[in-house]
Nanobody, 126 residues
Framework: QVQLVESGGGLVQAGGSLRLSCAASGRTFSSYAMGWFRQAPGKEREFVAAINWSGGSTYYADSVKGRFTISRDNAKNTVYLQMNSLKPEDTAVYYC???????????????????WGQGTQVTVSS
């Protein structure tokens, strides 16, 4: 397993932007597909975005498509989530997750990921 540490959360006004980072330990980062999930107060954790090992395939929840971009830098063992045009409903704790192996459009369940970070709070004010 890899150890994951998220950063970059904070308070932003609606319409603003934030970039989340997730740093992974270990020398096998490029073997992992990576995902971002979020959990709002009183709600279940939900899929946000995922990226395959090379960065060549990305998948998004409909609610963030066109506003969020997931990317990775395997040389830096880091995955990013660029969030633009933020809305109050994007307020949540954001988690990154790692999955050893491939992903597809359908790889959106929490149970499909092996390692999790501790989360970073994103708050969007109206």
């Amino acid at each position: 397993q890899v150890q994951l540490v998220e950063s970059g959360g904070g308070l932003v006004q609606a319409g603003g932007s934030l970039r989340l980072s997730c740093a992974a330990s270990g020398r096998t980062f490029s073997s992992y597909a990576m995902g971002w999930f979020r959990q709002a107060p009183g709600k279940e954790r939900e899929f946000v975005a995922a990226i395959n090992w090379s960065g060549g395939s990305t998948y998004y929840a409909d609610s963030v498509k066109g506003r969020f971009t997931i990317s990775r830098d395997n040389a830096k063992n880091t995955v990013y989530l660029q969030m633009n045009s933020l809305k109050p409903e994007d307020t949540a704790v954001y988690y990154c997750a790692a999955r050893l192996g491939g992903i597809s459009y359908y790889t959106r369940g929490e149970y499909e990921y092996d390692s999790w970070g501790q989360g970073t709070q994103v708050t969007v004010s109206s």
